[in-house]
């Protein structure tokens, strides 16, 4: 009967409810209070004892903390490396003028300017980098986006992870929430979910996957590289030290841009699991299982939601604190924050699978199934 299959479908519900959001939950407050900030790398290894690497900072525009950001590459303790800067705009832009004033006030570190980049493919990020790939120095290159900054010892962090030949990526989790929930949880369980903002990578083993410049046909050069070395069997470990973010643009068109550019990426790349994403988000999956509770044993759909909500949002609430070990700031800005977020993510969802065009950088670019791009 129709009681029956309602009756089912609600206890169906609840179950996924429950599991979902006592291993989600469970597992990311649980790894990432035991992972995060666990093993902050002193700066007592011996030089000779340590393997080089080639440092890329891929840079476009300049924005407002472009150099204190970049500073902070200049002032790494680790004793064997190299910075290659690869800058996407002409000789005479704002952020060439940045770079030349760090170059004078840090003459004794090494370090090169790569300016236009090389066109591989659609990918601009690659296509930035490509000339400093090709003469890095090093077999481990850290690719470190702009908007990131680093502690002195943050290099010497993600190479302790290479100290095992398996190991072909080391890469920096960062956002907090629903993001790093999942972030948390998927490296929990050994899969592939690493991001291309700050990863130190060993190019032997990219070559052996095809090489960066395979990959430039994908927006998404992060995860395509990730599975492309997870299928192939080598590990990809996570930082116990966060990316340090420190983006000079933050508004709200931009991360309006950003998340819909991120939900058409892994709607193309994982069609499935980017479609059951709302089932995972706080309203959504909570006012489905208040329906479902109310179905079956009566319970208040409002009751439900008040402690459904005041829950996850605790359970954000200690994430964030494991994240940025410690204080998150003024709590009125981050309850802010979290309300505008956990409201506005349907509807995101909604405009990112309307369509498969992105915008990025202020090209506009068309998604295929599977993940590669054309520029339209």
């Not at 009967?1 to 649980?30: D, P, Q, R, W």
């Not at 550019?261 to 699991?273: D, E, K």
Request: aromatic fraction near 10%.
């Amino acid at each position: 009967s129709m009681e029956t299959v309602v009756a089912t479908a609600a206890v169906i519900m609840l179950a996924f409810y429950g599991t979902y959001t006592l291993v989600a939950h469970g597992i990311a407050l649980g790894f990432g209070k035991r992972w995060l900030h666990s093993r902050q790398q002193k700066d007592t290894t011996a030089a000779g004892d340590l393997p080089g690497v080639s440092i890329i900072k891929p840079i476009v525009g300049c924005d407002k903390n472009l150099k204190a950001n970049l500073e902070t590459f200049f002032q790494l303790s680790y004793p064997k490396c190299e910075l290659l800067v690869c800058i996407a705009e002409p000789d005479n832009s704002p952020a060439m003028s940045v770079v030349r004033g760090l170059l004078g006030q840090y003459p004794t570190i090494t370090a090169k300017v790569f300016v236009g980049g090389e066109v591989v493919g659609v990918n601009p990020k690659i296509n930035n980098i490509m000339p400093a790939y090709r003469q890095a120095q090093y077999d481990l290159i850290w690719i470190c986006d702009s908007g990131i900054a680093a502690l002195p010892n943050t290099l010497q962090e993600l190479v302790s992870h290479m100290t095992s030949p398996e190991v072909a990526l080391v890469h920096q989790v960062y956002f907090g929430t629903q993001h790093l929930r999942v972030y948390l949880v998927a490296n929990y369980f050994g899969q592939n979910c690493a991001n291309g903002m700050s990863w130190l990578i060993r190019r032997t083993a990219l070559e052996g996957v095809g090489g960066l410049a395979s990959f430039s046909d994908y927006l998404a050069e992060d995860f395509t590289i990730g599975k492309a070395l997870w299928t192939r069997r080598w590990k990809l470990a996570m930082s116990t030290m966060p990316a340090l973010q420190n983006g000079g643009e933050r508004t709200l068109t931009s991360y309006q841009a950003r998340m819909v550019r991120w939900g058409r990426l892994r709607a193309t790349m994982m069609p499935w699991p980017g479609l059951l994403e709302p089932f995972t988000e706080c309203l959504v999956l909570g006012l489905l299982a208040s329906v479902a509770a109310s179905h079956l044993f009566g319970v208040g759909v409002a009751w439900f939601m008040v402690v459904h909500v005041g829950v996850w949002l605790c359970s954000d609430l200690l994430l964030l604190t494991i994240i940025e070990g410690g204080v998150v700031g003024p709590l009125w800005k981050v309850l802010g924050a979290w309300t505008l977020r956990e409201v506005w993510t349907f509807l995101l969802f909604l405009e990112g699978v309307w369509s498969r065009e992105v915008v990025w950088r202020g090209t506009r670019y068309r998604l295929q199934m599977g993940g590669k791009a054309i520029k339209l």
